[in-house]
């Protein structure tokens, strides 16, 4: 069967998990929304869900396969219109290139969703320099780019718009295991933070949106690179325990966001644990 079928043989009466569940009740008609990362996971998800709630969508990944395939799937799920660009987030270049042709053959964005991002797992010591740049380039980097080409249009414009970051729990839970991944996303943490500061008056909420563990490709992949497949299945059973859950679907972070552009929220903890985390209090009291 083609992935169309097996899509469409996957939700229930042509609907997905996202809306099935009559947790979401935003609508987004006609607005448009662009997702990064939008090839796999929570910017899937997250896509499907805002073309469920009638936006316009514009799936960027730098996987070209991926994006086309959640932009065709975003028609089957009633976007009126829906897009896929290829890109590297942290290609500074090649996202003005995406900026200006989105803003001239689409419009301008209403709701941005900075989503890509790439785990890297490894002690301080065990990360490289080059790890390093490769994690800021994409998870910081690719989020001010983002912010600085749309968010200067929308505000432009002067119609207001919303704006999500994709962090981390890690941005507020040290961890030894992923020392650059948690600075990157601390930085995006505080990047969002101070956006919001800046762009109040102009009627431009931004949303910090932290999830903990959630079952994606990452997980699975990224941040257990070098290890075995049965090894992998017990450091993610390890992690599951650790974590208190197990199997935290992209679609309840998918919920979580259009929940936050809606009710305009700064920091949204996601997964049980990310909201239960003892160093929450300390970046973001009342969250
Ligand atoms: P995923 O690997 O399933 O999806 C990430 C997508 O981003 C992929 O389609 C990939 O091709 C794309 N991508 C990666 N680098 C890119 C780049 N430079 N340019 C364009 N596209 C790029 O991962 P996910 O779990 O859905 O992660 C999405 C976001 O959520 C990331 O920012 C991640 O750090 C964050 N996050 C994930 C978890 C988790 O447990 N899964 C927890 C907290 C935060």
Known sequence: ASWIDEFVTSVEGGRSPVVASGEHAERFGGQLVLVTGAGSGIGRAATLAFAEAGARVVAVDRNAEAAARTAEQSRLLGAPEAWAETVDVSDEQAMEKLAEKVTTEYGVVDVLVNN??????????DTTPEDWRKVLDVNLWGVIHGCRLFGRRMAERG???HIVNVASAAAYQPSRALPAYSTSKAAVLMLSECLRAELAGQGIGVTAVCPGFVNTAITSTAHFAGVDAGEEKRLQKRAARLYGLRNYPPEKVARAILR???RDEAVVPVTPEARGARWLSRWAPGA
Not at 116 to 125: K, Q
């Open 116 to 125: 890509a991002g790439i785990g890297l797992s490894g002690s301080f010591f």
């Open 159 to 161: 119609q207001g718009g």
């Open 260 to 262: 936050a552009v809606t």
